[in-house]
């Protein structure tokens, strides 16, 4: 995602449904590459469940061409969050 993207007003939301039927909006703040891999950094579009934080996804393609969004152990969210900090420190207001 280009640095002028996230200077769009538009936000983008991914709608997906997890292992329990439920269906999750999150806004997409940034998609990064890390180790060959495309990875969404994501935050919930529902103000009610922001304190959650954010949501890291690994975006695989399947055989129909099309694109589904999974889980990461913690060693690799936290990896692809420092990513995300550093190329986005500019923009957002990190705490520590």
Known sequence: ???EELLDDEV???E??????????????????YQD???LVLAPADEAQAEEGLTILKVVP???GMEEF????EDTAIAVY???RELTKDIY????
């Open 12 to 14: 983008d939301i991914l």
């Open 93 to 96: 207001d990190f705490e520590d």
């Open 62 to 64: 399947t055989r129909k």
């Open 37 to 39: 891999e495309e990875y």
């Open 1 to 3: 995602m280009a640095m």
């Open 82 to 84: 420092n990513q995300f």
């Open 16 to 33: 997906i449904t997890d292992e329990d039927g439920n269906d999750l909006a999150f806004e997409i703040l940034y998609s990064l590459d």
């Open 70 to 73: 999974v889980t990461v152990d």
